[in-house]
């Protein structure tokens, strides 16, 4: 990544080449996806049905996770068990091209396992297998020489304490001394109540939650902000703090420098695991590609509102980090999609058995009876999705002149809709295309249509969908409206 201002260019080269070291707690995310339909005769609780298994690495896991998702190159250090779990976790990071020579196996210590159970679309219950005890003394000085053998290869260290016993005093005051001789940057995302282990470090990136903790104030306004953050730059040996805010963004701090506010933008959530995991990761990736720390938080907040649209401890790409800072600084919504990026979307969106209705159409000069079609559209299941003709498309089919708005306003207005939850730009041979990716359980159009004159509707039913014609009780039309207009103008 190159910088220049506020604006960071991405540089798949520069990125590439980045090397990152990731020490800390290593742990498995299982999750159990399945459906309820009724209570257990022998207690009064939920009969969870699976129908679907997935892992992931956790933790300092999901940290490396993100970095490789982002095309890093990554080292890790930390401690698994021997047992099962422990070999699928090496195995997963064997998979990802991820250097384990920093990994240790220890007989004595089992590997976290998170298991979720996830049921009809909620989230009903968490199991941890885990030990919170301390490394031993003889696991930390093995650490200890990963950690000279490996630090000086890396571009910049990252830090992820889950508490789990990895990450002791002894060993991070070790590998602050180790990052110092190599003149090498730390950035930790912090566990506990005690900030002071971290002393020495670059930057510590705090929830608000934590920082409350940390700092023993209540965050809940700007001014208690402030002050925890006072507190902890006073108590902590750090050159910065980055407290992330969740739905108001981040807040980033130096001593005797002005605080710096990114603000977020509202999204859809699914699940907030993991996005401390993405901030962290994208900050150190962006810092360590010559972005400044303002531009990395930037970069990292950007990062986190597509990963909390995901769900489970998901990961963001270059390319949808791409997408989201371009979509931001030209002023077009996070609902606006490629057509390419609707497949994980409607993965995520069939394992939570929510219904998909597709409508499709020019929108060209939206007038009251779309804002009908879309509304009733929107009643008929969970997501609506619109595809609306890219400006080739439309003048083919309306004539010259048209559109009379452009595709990006076009998209601009649908995503300021209530109703809308997605818009996605087709060219008039893509639409079976779009159908296949979406299957969706309902396609709309106006009642002005038969459901025969529906070019698709053959590939919906074949799906398993249903075609809804939307009554239309006004005779109402873009091209009658543009029509009126000319004629008045005349």
């Known amino acids: 990544m ?18 990152i070291l990731v020490a800390g707690d290593l742990m498995i995310d299982e999750y159990l996806w399945g459906d309820v339909e009724r209570i257990s005769p022998e207690a009064p609780v939920q009969i969870v049905e699976v129908n679907h298994e997935q892992f992931t690495l956790g933790g300092a896991g999901n940290v490396i996770n993100n970095l490789v998702a982002l095309e890093a190159k990554v080292t890790a250090v930390g401690v698994a068990g021997t047992g ?12 990802l091209n991820v250097n384990i020579e920093g990994v ?14 996830i049921a009809s679309n909620q989230h009903v219950l968490r199991i941890d297998r885990e030990t919170k005890r301390e490394i031993s003394d003889h696991t930390c000085r093995l650490l200890v020489k990963k950690l000279e053998e490996q630090i000086p290869q890396a571009d910049i260290v990252l830090v992820s304490d889950y508490g789990k016993g990895t990450l002791t005093k002894t ?28 002393s020495g470090v670059t930057l510590i990136t705090p929830n608000k939650k934590e920082a409350s903790l940390a700092s ?21 040996e750090m050159e910065k703090l980055l407290i992330t805010c969740g739905k108001d963004g981040m807040v980033l701090f130096e001593k005797n420098t002005p605080p710096y506010r990114i603000h977020t933008k509202a999204r859809q959530v699914f699940d907030v695991s993991g996005a401390g995991d993405t901030v962290l990761a994208v900050v150190g990736l962006a810092v360590a590609s010559g972005a400044s720390f303002g531009q990395a938080a930037s970069l990292a907040n950007t990062a ?25 600084s030209i002023g077009i919504s996070s609902k606006f999609k490629e057509i390419s990026d609707l497949n994980p979307l409607m ?38 999705i619109v595809a609306i003709d890219d400006d080739l498309s439309v003048r083919k089919l309306k ?34 295309t779009l159908i296949d990716i979406v299957r969706p359980d309902f396609l709309t159009k106006g009642s002005n249509y038969t459901t025969k004159e529906i070019y698709g509707h053959q590939q919906v039913e074949k799906y398993g969908g249903n075609i809804r014609l939307i009554p239309i009780t006004e005779n109402i039309s873009s091209t009658t409206i543009i029509n009126s207009i000319k004629n008045n103008t005349v």
């Open 2 to 19: 190159i910088s220049s201002g506020n604006i960071i260019n991405f540089d798949p080269v520069q990125i590439s080449n980045c090397r």
């Open 84 to 95: 099962h779990d422990g070999n699928l976790l090496i195995e997963m990071l064997k998979k």
């Open 104 to 117: 240790l196996q220890d007989p004595k210590r089992p590997t976290t396992r998170k298991t979720r159970i």
């Open 171 to 198: 060993l991070l005051s070790l590998l602050v001394k180790i990052c110092k001789y190599n003149n090498k940057m730390i950035i930790v995302d912090p566990k506990g109540l005690d900030f002071r282990k971290y």
């Open 216 to 236: 023993n104030v209540e965050i809940k306004d700007e001014s208690t902000l402030l002050q925890a953050a006072s507190i902890l730059l006073e108590k902590v």
């Open 304 to 328: 986190a509102g597509i990963v909390v649209g995901k769900m489970g401890t998901a990961t963001v790409t270059q390319k949808e980090l791409a997408a989201a800072m371009t979509s931001e």
């Open 347 to 384: 993965t995520r969106f069939r394992q939570k058995n929510e219904k998909i209705v597709l409508t499709n159409g020019c929108f060209d000069l939206i007038h009251a009876g779309h804002i009908k079609l879309l509304s009733e559209a929107k009643k008929l299941g969970d997501i609506l």
């Open 399 to 432: 004539g010259p002149g048209r559109p009379v708005i452009n595709q990006n306003n076009r998209v601009r207005i649908l995503c300021a809709l209530d109703a809308v939850d997605y818009v996605v730009v087709f060219s008039s041979d893509e639409l079976l």
